[in-house]
């Protein structure tokens, strides 16, 4: 299993530019959620999904898009990147059970100029 | 979700007990208390969980006082690899949603 893995692991932008982060996992769960960590801060919530074709705004949804076409994969996307936000993004998956222990992957560093 | 108020920083030696505490004055009766660590920059990692009783697996325990308003994880031979930011989180809800604060930097010294 290779558990939860990002893509790309670091990317520079311009202001303005747009990309997509994937993430995949292959552990069969129902819920992923998308996270980003500002330097020196906790983890904060941007989008999530409890189901394929499914989601739902976190704490600091704007500037973001998200899409869940298959079940192992969570799309997040920006769509005119801003210098605000640089940040590591980090992608988890859980099952929906009672325990709801969430599986992270090791982040993609993205700094936008 | 509840909060929690957790210290800034903690030092512990090495092969001692590391004992980090968590406030969550305002936790519901349905609310888990939830332990994650993160070490330098990698993603979170998964420690333990408890909603009333007292819990331990292979990394940890974890203590809840009885009126539930206060929670201690507790590493009992703490090693430098458990250098690491500690996060406690309550959470209630089926989207499995968790509101990460700041935690505590947990700094072990040989």
């Known amino acids: 299993n290779a558990g939860v893995t990002q893509t790309p692991k670091f990317r520079v932008l311009k202001t303005g530019q747009s990309m997509t982060l994937l993430c995949a996992q292959d552990m069969n769960h129902e819920y992923m959620y998308w996270y980003r960590q500002d330097p020196g801060m906790g983890l904060r919530l941007i989008h999530y999904s409890v189901g394929e074709g499914t989601t739902a705004k976190g704490e600091v949804p704007d500037g973001y898009n998200v899409s869940r076409l298959k079940k192992q994969n969570f799309l997040l996307g920006l769509e005119s990147a801003a210098p605000s936000q640089t940040s590591v993004y980090f992608c988890?998956?859980?099952?929906?059970?009672?325990?709801?222990?969430?599986?992270f992957g090791p982040g993609t560093r993205l700094t936008v100029t | 979700d509840a909060k929690t108020t957790q210290p800034p920083s903690m030092d512990c030696a090495e092969g001692r007990a590391a004992n980090l505490p968590c406030n969550h004055s305002t936790i519901s009766g349905n609310e888990y208390v939830y332990w994650y660590r993160q070490i330098h920059s990698q993603g979170p990692q998964y420690i333990i969980h408890?909603?009333?009783n007292n819990e331990t697996n292979e990394m940890a325990s974890l203590i809840i006082t009885e009126d539930r308003k206060s929670s201690t994880l507790i590493l009992p031979h703490a090693t430098l690899r458990d250098t690491a930011v500690y996060y406690c989180i309550v959470r209630a809800g089926n989207t499995g949603k968790l509101i990460f604060g700041q935690g505590t930097t947990l700094q072990v010294k040989p």
């Open positions: 408890g909603l009333k």
């Open positions: 988890a998956s859980s099952y929906p059970t009672p325990t709801y222990e969430q599986y």
